[in-house]
């Protein structure tokens, strides 16, 4: 099992920036595919972004695409998201995750996930 910690959360104005941070922590960080996931109020838990475990595959959803941008570190067993021109429909709490050892980067089966960190857009 994978331990991760997400922080860099917070209050931003609208256009302004995020970068997310989540570290992880137990098995073998280097292997899975990372992902960061969403949750607003009152709505059920989105996709945001993945990426492979050499970081070569990045794989977006459509309305953080352009915007947002995975990346990670696997020496220092960390996954980053840059959030830039945020807007109040990207306000939810915002969660990373890790896939199946050996999983696709296609179906990566997402089982660990981190507590969230809360980040609110203001208009």
């Known amino acids: 099992q994978v331990q991760l910690q997400e922080s860099g959360g917070g209050l931003v104005q609208a256009g302004g920036s995020l970068t997310l941070s989540c570290a992880a922590s137990g098995r073998t960080f280097s292997d899975p595919v990372m992902g960061w996931f969403r949750q607003a109020p009152g709505k059920e838990r989105e996709f945001v972004a993945k990426?492979?475990?050499?970081?070569?595959?990045?794989s977006y959803a459509d309305s953080v695409k352009g915007r947002f941008t995975i990346s990670r570190d696997n020496a220092k067993k960390s996954v980053y998201l840059q959030m830039d021109s945020l807007n109040v429909e990207d306000t939810a709490v915002y969660y990373c995750a890790v896939g199946r050892p050996t999983a696709s980067f296609s179906t990566p089966g997402f089982q660990d996930w981190g507590p969230g960190t809360q980040v609110t857009v203001s208009s």
């Open positions: 990426i492979s475990a050499r970081g070569s595959l990045k």
